[in-house]
């Protein structure tokens, strides 16, 4: 079943603060960033026109059979009936058909200490039993960016389909709006999770690159490089205590970081530099994406 969030929620917990947001109510603060809104827009072009329209035709069905006008949620039906055998003639071996895209954005702000205390207090509750209260605590550790592709299972949404019909045309007009709400209750989810912290670390880096590739840079020129640095290895600390890799990932895009400042060091200016680390923080995006 798809969910939507409607509005704001702000929860403030110990010294974090959580921010569900949809993309189209994002504030400064928590907007969806470049990336994101690419593979949303990547996902947005694989939703099939079809799949949408079967789903609005069974929303239109049961409208019709709330009023009484079954010839009317026949129709529909046979329209949905109709964009499903398309999409099953011209792809036989699909299984799920994209109908729907969502963005939600937690903006986690804290430290990695405060994450830690967190962490630390949820081991405590576990080892006392406490699954709830250990829950609760967890849930409020993240900091992404989900993206949400609601799909028609294809196995047995046109089933539901055709047995609604059936029922309808055995004057079963209430079992048949339970088989509907049923079919339409039961889409299929695939989430694609973005670590945000990883996201504002690239964001960072690019910055520091372009300081850095800055001949006979100023003084204000190399504290904003060194703090651009301190940016982006802070949000990969924080990537880390909120458990978006393991150690081996960080540490090796520690020791990266760690070799650009050296190479910066004494107002050195240069090209290519961050060509490692940009490519280390783009594989463990592609390898650490979450999707179900």
Same mark, same amino acid.
């Given at each position: 079943m798809s969910v939507s969030y409607k509005?704001? &929620?702000?929860?403030?917990?110990?010294? /974090? /603060?959580?921010l569900p947001i949809t993309a189209s109510e994002a504030n400064s603060a928590a907007k969806p960033d470049a990336q994101t809104l690419s593979q949303v827009e990547d996902k947005r072009k694989t939703l099939m026109a079809d799949a949408t329209s079967a789903i609005q035709e069974t929303q239109a069905a049961l409208k019709h059979l709330d009023n009484g006008k079954t010839k009317e949620a026949l129709a529909a039906l046979e329209r949905a009936t109709g964009k499903l055998d398309v999409m099953l003639a011209r792809d036989p071996t699909l299984e799920l058909a994209p109908a729907g895209v969502r963005v939600v954005t937690y903006d986690l702000q804290g430290g990695v200490e405060a994450v830690n205390r967190i962490r630390k207090q949820a081991e405590s509750d576990i080892d006392a039993g406490q699954l709830q209260e250990a829950r609760h605590l967890l849930n409020n550790l993240a900091s992404e960016t989900v993206i949400s592709v609601a799909n028609i299972p294809l196995a047995t949404y046109p089933d539901a389909i055709k047995s609604a019909v059936k029922l309808i045309d055995q004057n079963k007009k209430a079992e048949a709006k339970r088989v509907l709400q049923?079919? &339409?209750? +039961?889409?299929?989810?695939?989430? +694609?999770?973005?670590? &945000?912290?990883?996201?504002?670390?690239?964001?960072? /880096?690019n910055s520091a690159e372009s300081l850095a590739e800055k001949k006979d840079r100023s003084k204000e020129d190399n504290d904003r490089l060194k703090a651009s640095m301190e940016q982006a290895r802070g949000q990969l600390e924080f990537a880390q205590a909120l458990g978006y890799?393991?150690?081996?990932?960080?540490?090796?895009?520690y020791d990266e970081l760690t070799e650009i400042l050296d190479k910066t060091s004494d107002n050195k200016s240069g090209t290519g530099w961050f060509s490692k680390i940009k490519e280390s923080i783009a594989d463990f995006l592609k390898s650490n994406q979450t999707q179900k």
């Open positions: 509005g704001m &929620l702000a929860c403030v917990f110990g010294s /974090l /603060l959580v049923t079919a &339409l209750n +039961t889409q299929v989810l695939t989430d +694609t999770i973005i670590p &945000l912290p990883v996201v504002k670390a690239q964001e960072a /880096l890799g393991t150690k081996k990932d960080f540490d090796k895009m």
